[in-house]
């Protein structure tokens, strides 16, 4: 099983850009769909976007679509969102996540793997 560390998070203003990354340590990476979730203040971990993989289907929820993109480089076991035209709602905990690759990317409840979370901020 994968273990995951995300960074790259941070203070931004609104409509600036970050790029977040997580690091997968093993050697089964290309096992894994990798997700990306948030949560801000409140009990619900909202969705946000998914890849299958090998790179080659994503999913982008659509409160993000246009802004965010994500990516994985199998390479370094690493997958990234790239965030862009940042909102000031987008301001959460973000949460990189894994699932076995045997199941549609937007089943949400099957991500089982999860890092630690890192921080964005977007102020206004």
């Known amino acids: 099983q994968v273990q995951l560390v995300e960074s790259g998070g941070g203070l931004v203003q609104a409509g600036g850009s970050l790029r977040l990354s997580c690091a997968a340590s093993?050697?089964?990476?290309?096992?894994?769909?990798m997700g990306w979730f948030r949560q801000a203040p409140g009990p619900e971990r909202e969705f946000v976007a998914a890849?299958?993989?090998?790179?080659?289907?994503?999913y982008h929820v659509d409160s993000v679509k246009g802004r965010f993109t994500i990516s994985r480089d199998n390479a370094k076991n690493t997958v990234y969102l790239q965030m862009n035209s940042l909102k000031p709602e987008d301001t959460a905990v973000y949460y990189c996540?894994?699932?076995?690759?045997?199941?549609?990317?937007?089943?949400?409840?099957?991500?089982?793997?999860w890092g630690q979370g890192t921080q964005v901020t977007v102020s206004s």
């Open positions: 996540a894994a699932k076995i690759s045997s199941s549609p990317l937007s089943q949400a409840l099957r991500y089982d793997i």
């Open positions: 093993g050697r089964t990476f290309t096992r894994y769909d």
């Open positions: 890849i299958n993989w090998s790179g080659s289907n994503t």
